[in-house]
């Protein structure tokens, strides 16, 4: 996860860019409105896992079992995070005491650059954008040239792979209005040729394009509109809803 150098809060679980007197929501937080059927399982087999862990469980373990995805996620962002900090230290030329359990990720980057020779533009940006009515920031990890053409990358780590809402974050990113800094100045968004994630896990590495285009009619930032409407419903809208009650009582099973 790209650390971001414009201030943010955290408010229902999602990040929030604090910029020029706003609050604008992130595009990872926005990217997570879409349903994710499969955590589900995932969650369950946490669960069990922590309870063939512990052996034998009792009703004081309920929640300690229930807190079991939360902990592995956190362990996995924690990583990350760890990862990105570090491969944004060594693109900008410093010099990293890289700690054990981050030697495989780091040397699936070497192989990486040893094979495509990137030159590396930018690094752990912020840019601030918006769909229709509705403001947004987010931080891209990289924007590279390869052979004359001009890329914007993702770092990921997660162990189940590249997943396609990845497409729906960079194309945020990139059909943004504009990077901003935390001085306060800003400049637009540079064109952006192709679209990639290099995936780096401690055993292997992947370098994947994505079908995206620096379009504001491009289907992947259509969808991420809609979700960033969704974002506010969910953060704001459905509270209004519902209006007053006009009529309430109790039913009855007796016969009448």
């Known amino acids: ?107 699936g980057f070497y192989q990486f650059t040893d094979r495509y020779d990137p030159d590396f533009l930018k690094t752990e940006e912020t840019v601030h954008g918006s769909f229709g009515e509705y403001g947004y920031c987010g931080s891209f990890d990289a924007i590279i040239n390869i052979a004359d053409e001009t890329w914007l990358i993702d770092f990921k780590t997660t162990r189940s792979g590249v997943h396609p809402e990845v497409a729906i974050q960079l194309s945020a990113y990139a059909n943004a209005h504009s990077i901003i800094h935390p001085d306060g100045s800003s400049e637009p968004v540079p064109e952006i040729d192709r679209f990639g994630v290099l995936w780096l896990r401690p055993e292997e590495w992947a370098f994947v394009e994505l079908n995206v285009t620096q379009d504001p009619e491009d289907t992947a930032f259509k969808t991420f ?14 509270k209004k809803a519902l209006g007053v009650r006009q009529a309430s009582g109790r039913s009855s099973a007796a016969p009448f």
């Open 1 to 107: 996860m790209t650390t971001p150098k414009i201030p943010t809060i955290h408010r229902n679980d999602s990040r929030l860019y604090v910029w020029d007197g706003g609050e604008y929501p992130g595009v990872t937080s926005v990217v997570g409105m879409l349903p994710k059927p499969a955590l589900q399982h995932w969650a369950g087999k946490k669960v069990a896992e922590a309870a063939i862990e512990r052996g034998t469980v009792t009703e004081h373990d309920i929640g300690w079992l229930k807190a079991a995805p939360k902990r592995d996620l956190n362990q996995a962002a924690e990583r990350g995070s760890s990862v990105h900090d570090t491969l944004d230290r060594l693109v900008n030329g410093e010099t990293v005491d890289i700690p054990d359990v981050e030697r495989g990720y780091i040397d």
């Open 225 to 238: 509109g809609a979700l960033l409407g969704a974002w506010h419903w969910d953060n704001g809208f459905k």
